[in-house]
């Protein structure tokens, strides 16, 4: 996995950060462009608040992987985007495991990046200009990706809520959020995080590393006392203000500390508010 953060010349271009998150993630596993079969883009903030095309495909095309149309009976590369936010990435992941599960692909890249618009088309954008990406295989043994459980505590967007409008004939992109946001993310991620111990019928004790999004100071202590552990044991990406890469960010920052055949609870919440929770085992080659 890889994170990608912005310099001055590319603050505003999430597609940039997604590419080169891409390309130094495939780089560092020794693979290329057109060994992928899938590539899905979890970003959500971008470059002229563009939703169309989808910048998968956008992605996919700056970095190579089959950029021309597919040949009858040849390998290809499919491509697209998903929209949840903080929960992205998680929601990603869930998804390329039922494609790998199924035996339809064998390598899949997950990007997430976000970006200030630009050109006065926000107002006081709140995120960081960062990207990240995640390449994933399938393996036959325990280790991987257990089953995601969602949660859903349904607020209408009260507690944040990012709304695009017409202005001056431009279309600007705005924020708003509760001072409660927190500590209501907090809640949805202990009762997600609790449906998966009970699914998998095992103690938070015997989970080594807890893994979680957003990022924010209080949501990760809040979490922490909800969950019983220090703030310490609650990992998040060193950047508060990382957005929907946040959960690839905290992965890579608790890679140095994991060993082989540990177990890292991963925490997701986002406005909605939705909240997933999932157990990862390090496989082997991971130490």
């Keep these: 996995m890889n994170v990608t953060r912005a310099g001055w010349l590319r603050r505003h271009s999430a597609l940039h950060l997604a590419v080169v ?48 149309d597919p040949h009858t009976g040849e390998h290809g590369t499919f491509s697209f985007d998903i929209a949840n936010g903080t929960c992205g990435v998680l ?7 039922g494609f790998l599960r199924s035996g339809v692909i064998e390598l899949a890249l ?30 036959e043994d325990r280790y991987g990706l257990g089953p995601v459980h969602w949660v859903n505590d349904l607020d209408s967007g009260d507690s944040f809520r990012a709304t695009v409008g017409q202005a001056d004939n431009r279309n600007i992109l705005r924020f708003r959020e509760t001072d409660s946001l927190d500590d209501v993310y907090a809640a949805a991620g202990h009762e997600a995080v609790t449906a998966c111990l009970r699914q998998a019928k095992i103690a938070l004790a015997d989970v080594d590393f807890v893994v979680a999004a957003p990022a924010r100071p209080a949501f990760r202590s809040a979490l922490a006392t909800r969950l019983g552990r220090p703030s310490s044991r609650v990992i998040v990406a060193d950047d508060e203000y990382i957005h929907t890469a946040a959960l690839i960010a905290g992965l890579a920052r608790e890679k140095p500390r994991r060993f082989a055949g540990s ?25």
């Design 263 to 287: 177990r890292t609870m991963l925490v997701a919440v986002g406005a909605g508010v939705t909240a997933g929770a999932a157990l990862y085992d390090v496989p082997p080659e991971s130490d």
């Design 91 to 97: 929601t990603a992941l869930q998804i390329v495991d």
């Design 110 to 139: 997950v990007v997430a990046s976000d970006a200030d618009p630009g050109h006065r088309l926000s107002e006081s954008f709140p995120f960081s200009a960062a990207g990240g990406a995640a390449l994933c295989r399938w393996t």
């Design 21 to 68: 998150a891409a390309q130094s993630c495939l780089g560092k596993a020794g693979r290329s462009p057109d060994d992928l079969d899938l590539l899905v883009n979890a970003g959500l903030y971008r470059d002229r608040n563009l939703g169309e095309p989808a910048l998968a495909a956008l992605i996919q095309d700056d970095i190579g992987a089959h950029p021309e």
